[in-house]
């Protein structure tokens, strides 16, 4: 079936640089792609989501980039902090509230935010 | 306001046994979901309901039931736990889209399940 996967499963930044971090994805019917973050021993929590007709769309400190010719997600956080130190997954969304809008998550990539 | 709770936080099945996990949410959300995280991996859904009575398969519904009788509430039973259940497993909700399409979903901190 179709997914959503990471290319770097490990990310090390120091405190205070940009932080990238990368998603592909195969399933060219989805129209929103989502980025979530985990913290050690908590639930994901929602960071930002981009609609399949936009290329970039801002939040506070990040940024996430939708390139649909290569079907690449990335997600960037400016000036990294300790707090950011999580799992970050993107996730697929085939919009269909009777199906219950389910999310295609992918493998998820550690960011380790150096002091 | 709670957001979602879990309930167990932990728990250590043999082989065989039965349990239920519980999830409630107070946020008056109309989904709800149950996903099973494995290390190093992203979550996987199990079953989700799109309301109060209605359920339905996710990814890997194999090995597990639910119930949503009451809106708040998400039950997933195990009816004979196998040792390849053993997982973290993660409840969310989601309320009712509007005009927009709406993503985000609440995650509750999780049950951690062993088997043996």
């Known amino acids: 079936g179709e997914s959503v996967g990471l290319h770097l499963p490990t990310l090390s930044v120091q405190e205070g640089d940009n932080s990238i971090i990368n998603c592909a994805y195969s399933?060219?019917?989805?129209?929103?792609f989502i980025w979530y973050k985990q913290e050690s021993g908590k639930g994901p929590q929602f960071i930002i989501d981009i609609r399949s007709n936009m290329d970039k769309r801002q939040g506070q400190r990040v940024t996430v980039l939708l390139n649909k010719t290569v079907k690449h997600l990335s997600l960037q956080i400016a000036a990294t902090q300790p707090g950011d130190s999580a799992v970050y997954f993107c996730?697929?969304?085939?919009?269909?509230?009777?199906?219950?809008?389910?999310?295609?998550f992918g493998g998820g990539t550690r960011v380790l935010v150096k002091p | 306001n709670a957001g979602v709770t879990q309930t167990p936080k932990f728990r250590v099945l043999k082989t065989g046994q039965s349990m239920t996990l519980l999830c409630a949410q107070d946020?008056?959300?109309?989904?709800m979901y149950w996903y099973r995280q494995d290390p190093g991996m992203g979550l996987r859904l199990i079953h989700y309901s799109v309301g109060e009575g209605t359920t339905a398969k996710g990814e890997v519904p194999d090995g597990y039931n639910v119930s949503r009788l009451k809106k708040q509430n998400f039950l997933l039973g195990l009816e004979s736990a196998a040792p390849s259940q053993t997982s973290v497993y993660f409840c969310?909700?989601?309320?009712?889209?509007?005009?927009?399409?709406?993503?985000?979903?609440?995650f509750g901190p999780g049950t951690r399940l062993t088997v043996l």
């Open positions: 399933n060219s019917a989805s129209d929103y």
């Open positions: 996730a697929e969304k085939k919009t269909n509230e009777a199906a219950g809008n389910k999310l295609t």
């Open positions: 969310a909700s989601r309320k009712l889209a509007g005009l927009e399409s709406y993503n985000e979903q609440f």
């Open positions: 946020m008056n959300h109309e989904y």
